[in-house]
């Protein structure tokens, strides 16, 4: 009676124990990995040795080895089997489960050599029974048998190893031992030196190890897991050992790789479960590269917390009906596998079992309130309150890195991203160039192009914030350029000096933005605007592309009336015109004796005679070579790119071949047109340094030509190029920044903005164009930077480790446009058509990884057959056709203010877009939102604070957990067949290293 009213007040304790249904092996799993240890786990290399025969000798061969997934040695015994998944059946891990409860287990084991560690097996054993000490030399020279692994050749006896004794040690058989064979064994005592005469292994890595090539595929911290399994028949029980060395220790040839051993799974049994046995090996190979099991392995105590990993193992597992899938068929290594973290996490170890009952939709939760991970811009966008307070932030956070961002840059992949940038840029400088020379009467040409280019992309990468931005001019920009032009022609008003004060009012309210960290406002840009933006620069660079190509089938037009049957009717002849019609100059000309018939087409035109026949309307068939050109380009860039997941080559070369895709599709194609010498359009670059204009200078004057009140009135038409520099620049810069990335070095949005209004005042003095930051080719120049890793295992996809951030790239490719001048007699063989394919590469590049762009493909797809996206298993279809709707509206209506004179306000149109996203929040629950967009600030942090005041709510319904636990003192054990006991503090003197935490639900004490 005395003790049940003593856990009457513990009674809320357990009802809560028994809401969240641990098991016990997932709490001592819980108690096991939360140990703070700051050393991470290292990867476990795992090979599985069999015994067998070859001839009359015992030895171990190599059957299978796992880094990550299962290598099989193919039946054939000359190569290994592609990586797969391992597959294993539930009895053998039943089996292997009872093997680890019956077996011996040794756990920070000192061993220095396999004969040592043989022998503390064994005496262990007969130590405790499992087996007689008669079978001490029998296992001995079993276990220590030379190992063949894959690299070496089979053992061939030579005649003269046929005529040697049978007595000899190394040629008894075991399992056919003679009379003679026994008594030459009889002196072998228990010490280590009598089993070291009996090894048959090296001491030292062989040659084959060391030179082995697959030492590429582990990482340099990587310890061994070794298995042999195997049968004999001396034994009748399975002798079992599972032994973890306190230190990894390099076994000579057991492994093969030079890699040093840390765990040791021995399984020998008797004769008739060859099949069982290898079942059990793989069971615990596989365990060994799990991450959970190996973090287990690693921290395990005792036994039971080794069959506590198993258990949770089993938890985790997922059966195949073996009626509905063929055991042979190897399961393809998948692309993305979940986070080691999230499964060692501790929601993951209590909820793990109820997340694979509901995986197909037996159940779960009747609403689904599972919410992704928000995308956070960082403190980057934090709100300072203090004068310049962000800029001070971004000099302080990218000053450290100021070294690593020049050496950083000296790697060959660098080269691939300065020719695939340049390219990019001085096509868009010519492009752009050209356009603004006829829309400002030359005022500004491609030369201003080039320079401003060079100039300002220069300085920018130098010291901006984040030199992975590549500035160039934007077709806003020369709308507004075009119309300010006009302006200036009508109202008599001088046009560079006008321009130089809206440069210089521009600058000083981008200054006003930077010190108030008005970039502060970009947390109100989700996923919805960004993509909206991002998605159409990308449209805009495809339909560009595409424009040029069609331009060239109009200049060129294709002959469809030419027949070749008649070939011999097609004549052109110049016709001289009427001579009452000659003018004086044309008199002078006909005196000297001018022949019609010889001259050219230009000529004939030029004199004002005219063309007769039906072959002077002939043009080459130009357009179709420039359209193989485009295509040839574009295809190859896209097909060369996907190189490195092809089976063919090394994985360097195939990654070298990636890296220059560009380069080599450009080469190619541009080696084709010089081969077949057709007079394609090619690239022109400016070849000397002077204005395009002539009669200005490369300075403009700010006084002298316009009105006071020009200089005043300038501020107006200048906020509306500083709204569209902001939104340009920062848009661009969040996508760029954003965590997919995994940029580690930071960015600077207010030191961005700071160096473009610097540059546009100092362009606007030197009468060049403005720059601010371009999304498709910064995308581009962020694509062809990224880095993976190199030493992933067999099968593994090779992960993203993020981008090369460095400034070498953009000042490299600033710097070669700025020298584009003298490269002209270089130049001039790029045809366009192939500058156009890079163009349109990089807009269908930019479009990967787009959530809207994926969206709208679903739209064409039946819903068997759409990709398993997460978004649509939280969210109905309906929903997501509906956002994805609403997304290509908003598209359209952007789109043609683009193409109209309206362009100029396009700025303002993407504030709308922030507008729509927040009358989105009207129509669209939260929930929808998080999977198919980011939330508001706002919203986010109201949803935190209802999920704490709802939490209080319950508090005061009910007694704390944590504070009965405080203020009355309990202590919760949780033993190894489920139950509770339940301990008052006052009945407990904590000694030594045993500590309370009162922050945890569940206490564990081992020790009490």
């Given at each position: 009676h005395g003790l049940i009213s003593l856990l009457k007040p513990y009674k809320m304790i357990l009802q809560i124990l028994s809401l969240h249904q641990v098991s016990p092996a997932a709490e001592r799993l819980r108690y096991i990995l939360n140990e703070e240890d700051d050393m991470p786990t290292p990867t476990l290399f795992t090979e599985m040795d069999t015994l067998q025969r070859e001839g009359d000798e015992l030895e171990w061969k190599e059957s299978a080895r796992w880094v990550k997934f299962e290598e099989k040695v193919e039946e054939g015994g000359e190569r290994w089997s592609k990586p797969h998944v391992s597959t294993l059946s539930l009895h053998s891990l039943f089996e292997l489960r009872t093997c680890l409860q019956t077996g011996t287990v040794l756990l920070d084991l000192e061993g220095y050599s396999l004969p040592q560690i043989v022998d503390d097996i064994i005496e262990r054993q007969i130590e405790e029974g499992m087996i007689s000490p008669e079978l001490r030399e029998k296992i001995t020279f079993v276990l220590l048998r030379k190992h063949r692994h894959q690299t070496k050749k089979p053992i061939h006896r030579s005649l003269a190893d046929i005529g040697k004794s049978s007595s000899s040690t190394s040629e008894c058989p075991v399992l056919k031992c003679s009379s003679s064979c026994k008594k030459k064994r009889l002196h072998y005592g228990n010490s280590h030196a009598q089993s070291r005469s009996m090894n048959d292994i090296a001491d030292t890595p062989s040659t084959d190890q060391l030179k082995n090539k697959f030492m590429k595929k582990i990482p340099r911290d990587a310890e061994a897991s070794n298995v042999l399994v195997g049968e004999v028949d001396f034994l009748n029980k399975p002798f079992v050992a599972f032994v973890r060395l306190a230190q990894a220790t390099t076994l000579g040839g057991l492994t093969e790789v030079p890699v040093p051993t840390r765990f040791l799974f021995i399984l020998l049994g008797p004769q008739g479960k060859a099949k069982s046995y290898n079942e059990i090996g793989r069971a615990i190979a596989t365990l060994m590269v799990d991450d959970l099991f190996s973090d287990v392995a690693y921290k395990a105590r005792d036994r039971e917390d080794l069959i506590a990993g198993i258990d949770e193992f089993l938890d985790e597992v997922i059966v195949l009906p073996p009626g509905e899938w063929d055991p042979k068929i190897r399961i393809e290594p998948p692309k993305k596998v979940t986070s080691a973290d999230k499964r060692k996490s501790v929601f993951s170890l209590n909820e793990l079992g109820q997340m694979n009952g509901t995986a197909g939709g037996g159940g779960g939760l009747a609403q689904d309130e599972e919410m992704p991970q928000q995308h956070e811009l960082g403190e980057e966008l934090a709100f300072t309150g203090r004068f310049c307070g962000g800029l001070y932030l971004d000099i302080k956070r990218k000053l450290p890195w100021l070294p690593s961002d020049i050496y950083e840059g000296f790697h060959i992949q660098s080269i691939s991203a300065v020719l695939f940038i340049y390219l990019g840029c001085i096509t868009n400088a010519i492009t752009f160039g050209g356009l603004l020379g006829d829309a400002t009467d030359n005022y500004q040409g491609v030369m201003e192009s080039f320079l401003g280019t060079a100039l300002a992309g220069t300085v920018f990468c130098l010291f901006s914030g984040q030199p992975l931005i590549i500035l160039s001019s934007t077709g806003p920009i020369l709308i507004f350029e075009k119309l300010l032009f006009e302006f200036s022609k009508n109202n008599d008003i001088d046009y560079m000096e006008l321009r130089l004060w809206i440069g210089i009012h521009s600058c000083l309210q981008c200054f006003i933005l930077v010190a108030t960290d008005a970039s502060y406002i970009i947390k109100y840009?989700?996923?919805?605007?960004?993509?909206?933006?991002?998605?159409?620069?990308?449209?805009?660079?495809?339909?560009?592309?595409?424009?040029?190509?069609?331009?060239?089938?109009?200049?060129?037009?294709?002959?469809?009336?030419?027949?070749?049957?008649?070939?011999?009717?097609?004549?052109?002849?110049?016709?001289?015109?009427?001579?009452?019609?000659?003018?004086?100059?044309?008199?002078?000309?006909?005196?000297?004796?001018?022949?019609?018939?010889?001259?050219?087409?230009?000529?004939?035109?030029?004199?004002?005679?005219?063309?007769?026949?039906?072959?002077?309307?002939?043009?080459?068939?130009?357009?179709?070579?420039?359209?193989?050109?485009?295509?040839?380009?574009?295809?190859?860039?896209?097909?060369?790119?996907?190189?490195?997941?092809?089976?063919?080559?090394?994985?360097?070369?195939?990654?070298?071949?990636?890296?220059?895709?560009?380069?080599?599709?450009?080469?190619?194609?541009?080696?084709?047109?010089?081969?077949?010498?057709?007079?394609?359009?090619?690239?022109?670059?400016?070849?000397?340094?002077?204005?395009?204009?002539?009669?200005?200078?490369?300075?403009?004057?700010?006084?002298?030509?316009?009105?006071?009140?020009?200089?005043?009135?300038?501020?107006?038409?200048?906020?509306?190029?500083?709204?569209?520099?902001?939104?340009?620049?920062?848009?661009?810069?969040?996508?760029?920044?954003?965590?997919?990335?995994?940029?580690?070095?930071?960015?600077?949005?207010?030191?961005?903005?700071?160096?473009?209004?610097?540059?546009?005042?100092?362009?606007?003095?030197?009468?060049?164009?403005?720059?601010?930051?371009?999304?498709?080719?910064?995308?581009?120049?962020?694509?062809?930077?990224?880095?993976?890793?190199?030493?992933?295992?067999?099968?593994?996809?090779?992960?993203?480790?993020?981008?090369?951030?460095?400034?070498?790239?953009?000042?490299?490719?600033?710097?070669?446009?700025?020298?584009?001048?003298?490269?002209?007699?270089?130049?001039?063989?790029?045809?366009?058509?192939?500058?156009?394919?890079?163009?349109?590469?990089?807009?269908?590049?930019?479009?990967?990884?787009?959530?809207?762009?994926?969206?709208?493909?679903?739209?064409?797809?039946?819903?068997?057959?759409?990709?398993?996206?997460?978004?649509?298993?939280?969210?109905?279809?309906?929903?997501?056709?509906?956002?994805?709707?609403?997304?290509?509206?908003?598209?359209?209506?952007?789109?043609?203010?683009?193409?109209?004179?309206?362009?100029?306000?396009?700025?303002?149109?993407?504030?709308?877009?922030?507008?729509?996203?927040?009358?989105?929040?009207?129509?669209?629950?939260?929930?929808?939102?998080?999977?198919?967009?980011?939330?508001?600030?706002?919203?986010?942090?109201?949803?935190?604070?209802?999920?704490?005041?709802?939490?209080?709510?319950?508090?005061?319904?009910?007694?704390?957990?944590?504070?009965?636990?405080?203020?009355?003192?309990?202590?919760?054990?949780?033993?190894?067949?489920?139950?509770?006991?339940?301990?008052h503090n006052k009945c407990i003197q904590i000694k030594g290293s045993v500590q309370r935490n009162y922050k945890k639900k569940l206490y564990f004490l081992p020790y009490l």
């Open positions: 840009m989700t996923r919805f605007t960004e993509e909206g933006f991002s998605s159409l620069i990308s449209f805009i660079f495809i339909s560009d592309a595409i424009k040029k190509m069609v331009g060239s089938f109009k200049y060129y037009p294709i002959d469809t009336d030419f027949k070749p049957d008649y070939v011999t009717t097609y004549k052109c002849e110049c016709l001289a015109p009427d001579p009452s019609e000659f003018t004086p100059w044309l008199r002078e000309i006909q005196g000297h004796s001018l022949d019609w018939s010889q001259l050219s087409k230009k000529e004939c035109v030029k004199y004002g005679g005219s063309l007769v026949g039906k072959s002077c309307k002939y043009v080459p068939d130009l357009a179709l070579m420039s359209f193989i050109l485009f295509f040839g380009t574009y295809s190859m860039t896209v097909s060369l790119k996907k190189f490195k997941f092809s089976r063919y080559f090394p994985t360097k070369l195939r990654k070298l071949i990636s890296d220059f895709s560009i380069f080599m599709s450009i080469m190619t194609f541009v080696g084709l047109d010089m081969l077949l010498g057709l007079k394609t359009p090619k690239l022109i670059v400016p070849t000397e340094f002077k204005p395009t204009r002539p009669g200005r200078g490369w300075l403009v004057m700010p006084f002298g030509k316009n009105p006071w009140w020009v200089y005043v009135a300038s501020f107006v038409p200048a906020l509306l190029v500083t709204i569209l520099i902001f939104m340009d620049q920062q848009i661009s810069a969040v996508i760029v920044n954003r965590k997919e990335n995994k940029l580690k070095k930071g960015c600077g949005y207010h030191l961005d903005l700071l160096w473009v209004g610097v540059l546009m005042a100092a362009c606007s003095f030197m009468g060049l164009p403005w720059y601010v930051a371009a999304t498709v080719i910064s995308i581009a120049h962020i694509d062809s930077l990224k880095m993976e890793s190199e030493s992933s295992a067999p099968g593994e996809q090779p992960q993203f480790l993020g981008v090369r951030e460095q400034r070498m790239t953009g000042i490299l490719v600033f710097a070669l446009t700025g020298v584009s001048i003298f490269l002209a007699p270089v130049l001039k063989f790029i045809p366009m058509p192939v500058l156009y394919g890079v163009f349109l590469y990089m807009g269908v590049a930019s479009l990967s990884g787009i959530q809207f762009w994926d969206r709208i493909k679903l739209c064409m797809m039946p819903s068997k057959h759409q990709p398993d996206f997460s978004y649509l298993r939280h969210v109905p279809l309906r929903k997501v056709h509906l956002f994805t709707l609403v997304q290509i509206i908003c598209l359209a209506v952007l789109w043609i203010l683009k193409s109209t004179f309206l362009a100029i306000i396009f700025p303002v149109m993407i504030l709308g877009l922030m507008v729509v996203r927040k009358m989105l929040d009207m129509v669209f629950s939260q929930h929808d939102l998080a999977w198919l967009d980011d939330l508001l600030p706002e919203k986010e942090k109201k949803k935190k604070e209802d999920a704490k005041k709802k939490g209080k709510e319950k508090d005061k319904k009910k007694p704390k957990a944590d504070d009965s636990e405080e203020e009355i003192g309990t202590y919760c054990v949780s033993y190894v067949h489920g139950n509770i006991l339940i301990i």
